[in-house]
């Protein structure tokens, strides 16, 4: 790894995105204004309270997952990925390029659904802001590293976007949105267990609730960050310079 190639592929990127406006929107204003139209859908400040925290982790993963894998791919196909590997760039200066730039793109897609949702949409929180900035980033951050790890086993566009309904679904089913995962079968709250939503979900009830940022937090973030860093590593020992 070195660090002076790593941010000139993120520069690189992030340069790309500037010419990307939909790619942009797409990002930054999609989860956004999905919490938004569901505010109104629901008509209840209190039953969109509940659901707030979930929104904030289900929507900014889903859709860095989604941009991330089919850029990824994207290069690949062109043949641009291999141009790159040809160079002094290695596999794991790619996907942390790709992290950073794509974590600038989170914070600002974190930063306008958590302004729009605290102020216009009166979501109230019971502690303080950080940790709810905090885990909504890192959530964002998770989906953008399975993206990178998917796109790896990925051949076409749309191959990359079948991978979604696959890493998402489970994850909602079973990270203890719809049912308490302590009341789910116990082959199901084993698999959830090791699911990193899980404790991303988790870790943003406690931080919307305003409890003490105890154990129980920590253990959260620390299992999504170490979640994160293992898809990099394995994105990076899985990437292909070109697709056949």
Known sequence: MNATITLATARRIMSQLRNDRRTVALMVLVPTLVIVLLYYVMDD?????????VLLCVFPFLVMFLVTSIGTLR?????TLERLMASPLGQLDLLLGYGLAFGVMACLQVALALTVSLTWLGMELAGALWPLILVALLNALLGTALGLLCSAFARTEFQAVQFMPVVMIPQILLGGILVPRDQMAT???????????????????LAVMGADLNGDFWRDVIVVVGSILLALGLGAATLRRRTP
């Open 187 to 205: 082959v199901l709250e084993w698999i959830s267990n090791v699911l990193p939503m899980s404790y991303a979900i988790e870790a943003m009830k």
């Open 45 to 53: 400040e209190r039953s969109f309270a509940a659901w707030a925290p």
């Open 75 to 79: 290069e690949r196909t062109s043949g």
